[in-house]
C-alpha cells in the first residue's frame, strides 16, 4: 500500500487539521484538479465571507491552502488552525466543512486534531462495536452535508474495507463516490453529532460577550478596525513573564491619560481569561485602579488588564514601514468577495464613506487578505506590527471619542461565569444523556421532602424499581476485555414482561418437565465422570433420572444452607420480616431464639432486590455526597438519585 502523508503528520495540540478533497478527482489530469480546487476555495471564501468576517478567532483563523497531490493522498485544499483554549473555534470549523460540504456536493471534507477522529467521540455510545481508534483512520467524512463513515464488510461481497485494512484517502473517496448510501452513518450517529454543531451561526453572536472597558485612544482606534486584534493581546497579558512585564514599567504607546470609557466585543474565553486572573500594575506605569466599592472598578480594571496586552504586543516587534500595501481592490477577487457580504447584509444598511461603513470594511479587507493574498512569504507581519501600522494610518480624535462614552451599550452579565453545583450536575446529566431519568430523581427527592403522599410513593418505588433493573441488566451485559458496557436505561421507557417465556426458560433449567431433562450431552457427561471415578478407585453410582438428580441437587443446597446458618454471612442480608411476627411483636423488640428454635425455624427467602437497593443506599450515604462507586457507577447508567433528607 502507498503511504499516507496525512497518517505520518502529528496534529499539534491544540490544533485541528482539516482537508477538503474533490469527490471525483481526475486520475489523468493533475492540473483540472488543481484549476477546480482553486476555483472552488473561491467559491467557498466568498460563500462563507459573511460569517468568517464576524468572527474572533482565539489564535489563527479558518484558512484553505491548495497542496499538491502525495502518495495516495490526491491534491486538496486545507489548512491546519490552532486554537488554544477555545474548543469553540474547533466545532465551529467542523460545521464549517459540514456546511461546505452541502453546500458544494462534489467535495468532500475530513477532519482531525491530536485525538484523531475526534468526531466520533461524540457519538461513543452508538459506534458499531468494530470501530475503535486504531481502525478509524481515513474512514470518517463529511459529504453531502452528513457524516460517512467506511463500514466493515459483514459479508462477501457488501460495500466497506476491511477491519484489519486502513483505507488511504484515495480509496476512501472511491468507495463514497460509488457507494454514498451505504456509507452513510446511522441516524444515532448523526444526530449526536448535529446536537454538537447545533446553534451555528447564531451561536457566534451568543458566544460573544460585550463589557465596558477604560481603554487609551490608541486601543480603541485600532479595535474598531481590527476586532480581531483582540485576541493576541489578551494572549499577550495571558502568557505574560517577567521580561513582557518590563515593558509596561513605563507606557510608550498606550498612555494611560488617553483612556476613555468604551464597549468591547470579547468571546467568552477571551473575556474569561482577562477577568479571572489578578494583577496589580507597576505604579511607574501609570495605570492607578479606583477603590473596589466604586461602580466602574471592573471597567478599570478590564482596560488596565488590556492595555497591558497591547502594549507587550507593541514592545515585541519593530517599527513597520511607512508604506501602505497594495490596495485589495487591485485584486480580481475582490469584486466577488465584495458583492457576497453585500448580499449577506454585512454592512447592516451603514451609507458608503461612513465611519462604521469604513470599519466593516477594513475588517472584510484584513479577512480577504488572510484568505486570498496571504502566502508563507508575505504573511510576515505581527500582530504588534499590524497595531502599531493602524496607530500610523488611523489618527484619533480623543474629544470625539470622550463624546462617544454617552452613548455606549449596556454591557452584558458575567453571571455565566459563576458555576452552581446544581449547574455542574445538570450540565454533567445533559452531557451523559440522562437528563429523563435525572430529571425523575430530583422531582422524586423534591416531593418526598415536601412530604409528598401516594403518589410521591409510588414515584420514589417506580424509581427504586428503575435502579434494580438497571444493575441487573449491567451485571446480565456481556462485556469484552476492553471493560464493563453500561446497558443505558431510561426509566421513562415502557416496561414488558413476557410471563410464557420466562416460564419455559424456568421449566428447562429447573427440570420441571421430565421429558425435557433427557439430554445426549448430560449422558455423555455422566459417563465421562463414570470412567474418572472407575479410575480413581471410586464405585460409580447408579445412573438418575433427572427428576432425581434434581432432588439430590435440592437436598444439596438444603444442607448448605444449614451450614451457612451456622455462620455470620446470613447477617449481612436483610431478610424481610414475617406477618406473625409482627403481630406477635408490635412493639418492635428483638426476640430471642433457642439454638433448638433455630434449627427448626423455616429458612426465609432472601429478597435480592430490596438488598441491592439498601447496599446502594448505604454505600451512597457513606459517601456523604462526594464521588464514590455508588453515584459512578448509577450516574453511568443514567440515574440520579434526590439527597437524602432524613440526615441533617
Known amino acids: 500500500m502507498a503511504d499516507d502523508p496525512l497518517r505520518g503528520r502529528k496534529v499539534p495540540e ?44 482565539q489564535k489563527q483563523p479558518f484558512s484553505l491552502k491548495f497542496q499538491p497531490e502525495a502518495g495516495s493522498v ?83 461481497g457488501a460495500v466497506g474495507w476491511s477491519r484489519d485494512k486502513m483505507p488511504t484517502i484515495s480509496q476512501a473517496l ?48 485600532v479595535l474598531s478596525q481590527r476586532p480581531d486584534l483582540l485576541a493576541p493581546a489578551v494572549s499577550a497579558f495571558y502568557l505574560r513573564d517577567p521580561v513582557d512585564l518590563q515593558a509596561c514599567r513605563s507606557f510608550r504607546t498606550f498612555l494611560p491619560e488617553t483612556r476613555v470609557l468604551t464597549s468591547v466585543t470579547f ?23 479606583p477603590p473596589c466599592t466604586q461602580p466602574q472598578y471592573q471597567a478599570h480594571e478590564l482596560g488596565m488588564k488590556l492595555a497591558h496586552g497591547f502594549e507587550i504586543l507593541c514592545s515585541e516587534c519593530r ?14 477577487q475582490w469584486k466577488s468577495f465584495l458583492k457576497s457580504l453585500k448580499k449577506n447584509d454585512y454592512f447592516r444598511g451603514e451609507l458608503d464613506g461612513s465611519k462604521q ?58 453571571s455565566w461565569l459563576e458555576l452552581t453545583p446544581q449547574d455542574l450536575d445538570q450540565i454533567l446529566q445533559e452531557r451523559a444523556g440522562c437528563g429523563a431519568s435525572g430529571d425523575m430523581g430530583r422531582r422524586t427527592g423534591e416531593r418526598n421532602a415536601a412530604g409528598g403522599g401516594e403518589e410521591a410513593e409510588q414515584e420514589a418505588s417506580y424509581s427504586l424499581v428503575a435502579v434494580t433493573e438497571g444493575m441487573k441488566n449491567f451485571i446480565n451485559t456481556m462485556s469484552s476485555y476492553e471493560g464493563a458496557e453500561l446497558p443505558w436505561f431510561q426509566a421513562n421507557d415502557p416496561f414488558s414482561f413476557d410471563a410464557d ?90 426476640k430471642a431464639h433457642s439454638s433448638t428454635e433455630q434449627e427448626g425455624e423455616e429458612i426465609q427467602p432472601l429478597d435480592v432486590d430490596l438488598n441491592l437497593v439498601t447496599n446502594l443506599l448505604e454505600s451512597l450515604a457513606s459517601q456523604a455526597g462526594l464521588a464514590g462507586p455508588a453515584s459512578n457507577l448509577l450516574q453511568s447508567m443514567g440515574f440520579h438519585l434526590p439527597a437524602n433528607s432524613d440526615r441533617p
Open 14 to 57: 491544540d490544533a485541528v487539521q482539516y482537508s477538503v478533497f474533490l469527490t471525483k478527482p481526475s486520475l489523468t489530469d493533475a492540473e483540472d484538479n488543481e484549476r477546480k480546487l482553486l476555483h472552488l476555495r473561491e467559491q467557498i471564501l466568498t460563500c462563507f465571507a459573511n460569517i468568517l468576517v464576524q468572527y474572533i478567532w
Open 74 to 156: 490526491p491534491a486538496h485544499i486545507g489548512g491546519c488552525t490552532e486554537f488554544g483554549d477555545n474548543v469553540d473555534d474547533e466545532w465551529f470549523i467542523v460545521y464549517l466543512l459540514q456546511q461546505i460540504t452541502k453546500t458544494f456536493p462534489e467535495l468532500t471534507a475530513k477532519v482531525g486534531d491530536n485525538d484523531g477522529e475526534f468526531l466520533l467521540i461524540e457519538a461513543a455510545d452508538y459506534l458499531p462495536k468494530w470501530l475503535n481508534p486504531d481502525n478509524s483512520e481515513n474512514r470518517v467524512f463529511f459529504c453531502r452535508g452528513q457524516l460517512h463513515i467506511i463500514p466493515c464488510p459483514s459479508r462477501p
Open 174 to 221: 472511491a468507495l463514497l463516490a460509488s457507494d454514498g448510501e451505504a456509507c452513510l452513518a446511522s441516524s444515532k450517529i448523526r444526530s449526536a453529532l448535529q446536537k454538537k454543531l447545533d446553534g451555528f451561526p447564531d451561536k457566534i453572536q451568543t458566544g460573544f460577550h460585550r463589557a465596558h472597558c477604560f481603554l487609551p485612544a490608541g486601543i480603541v482606534t
Open 267 to 289: 468571546t467568552r474565553c477571551l473575556f474569561a481569561q482577562l477577568r479571572q486572573q489578578t494583577f496589580k500594575p507597576d505604579r511607574r506605569s501609570g495605570y492607578s485602579l
Open 319 to 332: 517599527t513597520p514601514s511607512s508604506e501602505p500595501d497594495a490596495p485589495v481592490s487591485c485584486n480580481p
Open 357 to 414: 461603513y469604513k470599519e466593516l470594511m477594513t475588517s472584510a479587507e484584513h479577512v480577504f487578505k488572510q484568505s486570498f493574498l496571504c502566502t508563507p512569504s508575505s504573511c510576515v507581519k505581527s500582530p504588534g506590527e499590524e497595531v502599531l501600522q493602524i496607530l500610523q494610518s488611523s489618527p484619533y480624535d480623543l474629544e470625539e471619542l470622550k463624546k462617544q462614552e454617552k452613548h455606549l451599550p449596556p454591557q452584558d452579565s458575567d
Open 501 to 590: 417465556s420466562v416460564t419455559s426458560a424456568l421449566d428447562k433449567l429447573l427440570g420441571a418437565k421430565d421429558e425435557e431433562l433427557d439430554s445426549d450431552d448430560l449422558e455423555d457427561d455422566d459417563d465421562d465422570d463414570e470412567e474418572e471415578d472407575e479410575a480413581f478407585g471410586f464405585s460409580a453410582p447408579q445412573k438418575q433420572s433427572g427428576a432425581e438428580a434434581l432432588n439430590s441437587l435440592k437436598s444439596y443446597m438444603d444442607q448448605m444452607d444449614q451450614e451457612l446458618r451456622g455462620t455470620n454471612v446470613g447477617k449481612s442480608f436483610t431478610l424481610p420480616e414475617k406477618q406473625e411476627d409482627k403481630e406477635a411483636n408490635p412493639s418492635g423488640a428483638p
